[in-house]
Structures are given as C-alpha cells and as structure tokens.
C-alpha cells in the first residue's frame, strides 16, 4: 500500500512540474531581474537617502555586473506613481523613504527591526517584484546592502531576511514567524526548508494528490528543501515541522495537532476548507482540510498556490458549494475504518431445530449399538464415548470473535458435520 503510493506521488510531481510556474524567492536573486540577458529592474532612493544609503544602492548596481547591468541613473521615491509598474530595488527604511514608510509603517525608521538589524524582503505582486534593502539605521542599510551585493557568498532563501553584523561578520537569520504570511518560509530550518507531509493511512486519492499538490510547489519554489512523504503510521511525535492533509477522521496526526475533538470532525463543517496553522515549541503544524475529501482538495489548492493567495493569521477558510453525498464517506476515526461488510446483519445463522423427543437421532442410535456390543469390561462405555463425543462437538462449536465471515461460515459446516458424522 506504502509503494503504491509513493509510486502515485511521484506520478503527479512529474505531471505538476510539467506546468508548474515558480514563484520568486530570494533564492533566485537576481535572475527574476532578468528578461532576454536584459536586466528589467528600476533602482529607488528616498529623497532624504543617507551616503550609507547610496552606498548601499552602488554596491547592488556594481554587483549586477556588464554587460548585464543597464538600469540606468536610479529613481527618486517622489519620481514612482505606481511601485508596482515595474521590477524595483528600493533602499533605505521610512526615516528617508516614504514608499518604505507605506510598505512597512512609520512608527520607527523600521518597525520591527531594533538597532544593529537590516533586512531584505521581497514583495510579489501579478508578477512584479519589489526588492526592500533597509535597516533600522543607515549603517544596517547598508549592512544588508552588503548581502544582497555578494549574494553568492551567502545563502539566500525564502522572502525575508534579517541582516545583524557580529565580530565584522554578517549573520543571516531567516524569518520563521509563526503566521501564514510566511508560508512556507516558517518551515525553514538551518538555512532550508525541512517538513513533512502527512496523509493518514487510509486516504483517498484526493488527499495524496493534495499532499503531492503542496510539496511539489514548495519544491518548485525552494529546490533545495527537505520535503518528505509521510503515512500517519509512520509519525512517532510531533516534534518536527508537518503540513497534515485530511481532518482528524481520517489522519491520527491531524487527531493529534487538533488535540483529538470529539466527534472527529466538530471543527470541519461541509461546505467548507480550512487552512489552519499550530506552534508546537519550535515546530510548526498545518492541517489542510474540510469534511470531505472534496475540502482537503480545494484548501490545499490555496496553500499550494500560497503565491497568488493572501495567507495571513492562523486560519484560513474557503467556502464552497457541497454536494450531500461527498459528505457520505465510510466513518474512519483515526485511521480505523469501519467496514459493514465485516459485520452479519440481515441474514442470521438459523438454530439447528432439535430433535423431538420421541424421535431417535443418529446419534442416540449409535450409543445404543456400541451398548449392545459392549461384551468386554475394559472396553468403553457407551457413556464414556458419548461424553468423548460431546468434547468432540464442544470443542467444533468454538469460533474466534474476530473470525471473518467465510471462516464463521467454514466452521459451521464442520459444526453440523461433527454431529451427524
């Protein structure tokens, strides 16, 4: 059962990479910039740029390198009506960049980042990509500068990165907030993406074309991501980074990340899909489901196109026209399924009607032969031969409980042939 499914698994990566289109990520800096060997991209400052800032911008612009490089004289923020219209570096934080102040805020000179922190982040948008290099101030702008001009010293991944500088050393931290804006960078663990899929043990097609779905586009997106197949069997503790596809009915892992609910699928009504995210210590959990297969499938439709949706918080909800019947599946609590089949219900095992009294069995009539032919004392005893005989009987008569219905059926016959052999 294992292999066929791994076999299926394989099946649908190679026909969903076949069509699959990537998503930018940091890892395929700066060759999204790129159209025909043509650097497609615009450079901005902020009007009130620092020398750190255009420092920064200058080592990003040389690092492009010719005759790749003609993005020409860089833009001013007051220059962009529409910071989506084209491929963009922008440097600098909301003290000096007020299009960065309406990216990020303009509480601090960088919301979120303390002093001493830079930050690269990237923003997709129908296609376009924005590029951030800022900092808390203009000495970790231009820190952060200094990553993105040597990236291919240093390994870029996911959509955010935190730049801190320590004993004349840069250190990358990649974000693993726990939120699904960060999907599925939240995964990252040593610089890579490392999480397992799960589909309980007896999961339809949908749920493994689902599980193949969102690991294929995560593959696609980060090549070097450790992704794994699982059957719910096969988990022994939570203590690792899961995306559970299937509600707890039918997968024990996603039972045990919702914390076992009574009945099985109270927090899965029809008609809906769910996309809900957990933290456990430092692991994150993800079920994709719905009540029926049907909501597993378009949930993870939306995960594995997690690019072209706006994931946020720690729940999302798709809702969708059900039909009453998918809703009708084989009740499996756990990964047990319930098979009725198992089960005799209409048709009864008919009680062998006794004999009436006046009528005289084969079996009486055999003690009375053995009685009448009982000439010597040491031979046994009509009494004792049939009490022989009934041990005979009693010992057929036993059936295993968890016989299956051909053997219940198998030892019957060998039941009524005890009696009257």
Known sequence: MLKTKQIFVLILIFLINAVIVNAATLSDYPDFFYTDNNLNARLVLGEKATAEEVIAATDILFSLGKPRSDIGAAKISSEIQNLYSQNTIIVGNSCSNFIIAEMVGKSTCFPGLKEGEGKILLVEKKGIVVLLVGGFSPLDIRNAGQVLANYKDYKLIGKEIIVRKSSNQLNLEY?????????????????????????????????????ANID??????????????????????????????????????????????????????????????????????????????????KAAEILANFDENNLKGKEYTITFEEKEENTKNPIRQNDIEVDNNDFITDEKIQPIEKPAKNESTELEKEVETLERESNKSDEKSALDFEEELKEQREISEEVPLNASKDNIFKRFINWLEAWFS
């Open 175 to 211: 974000s693993t907030d726990t939120d699904l804006s960060n999907y599925p960078y939240l995964f990252i663990k040593e610089g890579v993406i490392n999480v397992e899929a799960v589909v309980g043990d007896s999961s339809s097609s949908l749920n493994v074309l689902a599980q």
């Open 216 to 297: 294929t586009w995560i593959a696609a997106n980060q090549p070097d991501s450790k992704i794994k197949n699982r059957l719910a069997s096969e988990i022994k503790d939570l203590n690792r980074n899961i995306i559970s596809v299937g509600n707890p009915c039918i997968n024990k892992i996603s039972a045990q990340i919702a914390g076992n609910p009574v009945p099985c699928d109270r927090d899965f009504p029809a008609g809906k899909g769910y996309i809900r995210l957990y933290k456990r210590g430092d692991f994150h959990h993800i079920i994709v489901a719905g009540k029926s297969d049907e909501g597993t499938k």
